[in-house]
């Protein structure tokens, strides 16, 4: 997930400087090492208003926006689906990320009160069937996740 991306996920509290630190740790390299991941090692990692002021270095751009939600919602429904058996009801919860994510149109899809965009009429199907069809919307909008071949690209749902 880019530094731009990762930002715009602090500024509304989805991650916080913990995650921000470990992720630096993560990225480390010294033979590779960019200037934001390096200015967060050398910060304390407890300390906000210095996390924040890195951060706020990362300009984040409103025409990116969309493309930083789409990593966001990438994540955010990755990482449900790999716990969806643990969950009760994981539709719900795809609800609840489509308002935090400002309802963005590319995941409206996948939402249980939004109509789908495929043709598929729901008043024609059973329960059990418009939810196998949810699953597989939920399914196939992850493998676009997994295989954009660039996290900056722009993903079409």
Same mark, same amino acid.
């Given at each position: 997930?880019?530094? &731009?991306?990762?930002?715009?996920?602090?500024?509304?509290?989805?991650?916080?400087?913990?995650?921000?630190?470990?992720?630096?740790?993560?990225?480390?390299?010294?033979?590779?090492?960019?200037?934001?991941?390096? &200015?967060?090692?050398?910060?304390?990692?407890?300390?906000?208003?210095?996390?924040? &002021?890195?951060?706020?270095?990362?300009?984040?751009?409103?025409?990116?926006?969309?493309?930083?939600?789409?990593?966001?919602?990438?994540?955010?429904?990755?990482?449900?689906?790999?716990?969806?058996?643990?969950?009760?009801?994981?539709?719900?919860?795809?609800?609840?990320?489509?308002?935090?994510?400002?309802?963005?149109?590319?995941?409206?899809?996948?939402?249980?009160?939004?109509? &789908?965009?495929?043709?598929?009429?729901?008043?024609?199907?059973?329960?059990?069937?418009?939810?196998?069809?949810?699953?597989?919307?939920?399914?196939?909008?992850?493998?676009?996740?997994?295989?954009?071949?660039?996290?900056?690209?722009?993903?079409?749902?």
């Amino acid at each position: 997930m880019s530094w &731009s991306a990762l930002s715009y996920g602090y500024s509304r509290g989805w991650i916080d400087n913990k995650d921000i630190f470990n992720l630096a740790l993560e990225r480390y390299n010294p033979s590779v090492s960019d200037d934001i991941t390096s &200015s967060i090692l050398l910060t304390d990692a407890h300390r906000s208003d210095e996390i924040e &002021s890195i951060l706020a270095e990362v300009m984040v751009e409103e025409s990116n926006r969309d493309l930083l939600i789409r990593e966001w919602a990438c994540l955010f429904l990755s990482n449900l689906w790999d716990s969806r058996a643990d969950t009760r009801d994981p539709f719900t919860i795809i609800d609840e990320i489509y308002a935090e994510l400002d309802y963005p149109e590319f995941m409206a899809h996948l939402v249980t009160y939004m109509p &789908s965009v495929d043709g598929w009429r729901s008043e024609d199907h059973t329960r059990e069937e418009n939810t196998v069809h949810l699953y597989d919307e939920w399914r196939a909008f992850i493998g676009k996740c997994e295989r954009s071949p660039n996290e900056s690209q722009s993903i079409n749902y």
